[in-house]
T-cell receptor
Framework: GAGVSQSPRYKVAKRGQDVALRCDPISGHVSLFWYQQALGQGPEFLTYFQNEAQLDKSGLPSDRFFAERPEGSVSTLKIQRTQQEDSAVYLC???????????FGSGTRLTVV | QKEVEQNSGPLSVPEGAIASLNCTYSDRGSQSFFWYRQYSGKSPELIMSIYSNGDKEDGRFTAQLNKASQYVSLLIRDSQPSDSATYLCAVNIDYGGSQGNLIFGKGTKLSVKP
C-alpha cells in the first residue's frame, strides 16, 4: 500500500482484557518496528522484525507483550491482561532496509480503563 | 544505556527567523542520524537523514553532524508557523544483533510566532 496502515485507530480496553493491534507495512519493506509512545515522550522501542524473523524484542516491557509477523508482511502486537500503564500510542514503522529512516503508521491509541 | 538527549523546550522563534535544534547521543558506534517532525496528535514524519560528518541541506532544512562531539543539529531557515511541532532526534544504534533499531530523544517542541 501507499503507507503504513494500523488498526484499530483507537482502542479502549478494560483492565485485564487482551488486545491485538495490527500493522500493515509498506509493500516490499522488509524491516518492521513497533514503538510505544507515552504522552510528551519520544517513541520507545519495543521490537523489530526483518521479514518474518523477530531479531530484537528487548524493548517488550513484560511477557504480557507478544508480537508476530508470520509471513513477513502484516504484523500483530498482542497485549495480554492489559494494565493501566499500558495506555499509550503504539506506533508501527517500516523501512526498506536497515539504516534507512522509517515510515510510521498513524498509530493505535490504547486506553486501559 | 544508549541515550539520545534533546532540550524539551519549548523553543519559541519569530516567523522568518532561524530555528536551531540540538541533540547529543551517547554511543560512539552510532552510524545513522535522523530528524522527525511530529505534529500534535499525529505520528512522526521523517524530514532529514544524515550519515557523515558535515552539513546536509534540503530546502529550508539543514542537518549538521559532528561525530567527534557526538552532536547532531537541525537548522530551519525562514521559520513558518506551520513548522510549529515537536522535533525528534533519532539515532541508529548498531550493537550486533539488531542493526535497525532507532533510539529517539524525547523531542524539542518548536513554536513559530507569526
Amino acid at each position: 500500500g501507499a503507507g503504513v496502515s494500523q488498526s484499530p485507530r483507537y482502542k479502549v480496553a478494560k483492565r485485564g482484557q487482551d488486545v491485538a493491534l495490527r500493522c500493515d507495512p509498506i509493500s516490499g519493506h522488509v524491516s518492521l518496528f513497533w514503538y510505544q509512545q507515552a504522552l510528551g515522550q519520544g517513541p520507545e522501542f519495543l521490537t523489530y522484525f526483518q521479514n518474518e524473523a523477530q531479531l530484537d524484542k528487548s524493548g517488550l516491557p513484560s511477557d504480557r507483550f507478544f508480537a508476530e509477523r508470520p509471513e513477513g508482511s502484516v504484523s500483530t502486537l498482542k497485549i495480554q491482561r492489559t494494565q493501566q500503564e499500558d495506555s499509550a500510542v503504539y506506533l508501527c514503522a517500516s523501512s526498506p532496509q536497515v539504516y534507512y529512516g522509517y515510515t510510521f503508521g498513524s498509530g493505535t491509541r490504547l486506553t486501559v480503563v | 544505556q544508549k541515550e539520545v538527549e534533546q532540550n524539551s523546550g519549548p523553543l519559541s522563534v519569530p516567523e522568518g527567523a532561524i530555528a536551531s535544534l540540538n541533540c547529543t547521543y551517547s554511543d560512539r558506534g552510532s552510524q545513522s542520524f535522523f530528524w522527525y517532525r511530529q505534529y500534535s496528535g499525529k505520528s512522526p514524519e521523517l524530514i532529514m537523514s544524515i550519515y557523515s560528518n558535515g552539513d546536509k541541506e534540503d530546502g529550508r532544512f539543514t542537518a549538521q553532524l559532528n561525530k567527534a562531539s557526538q552532536y547532531v543539529s537541525l537548522l530551519i531557515r525562514d521559520s513558518q508557523p506551520s513548522d510549529s511541532a515537536t522535533y525528534l532526534c533519532a539515532v541508529n544504534i548498531d550493537y550486533g544483533g539488531s542493526q535497525g533499531n532507532l533510539i529517539f530523544g524525547k523531542g524539542t517542541k518548536l513554536s513559530v510566532k507569526p
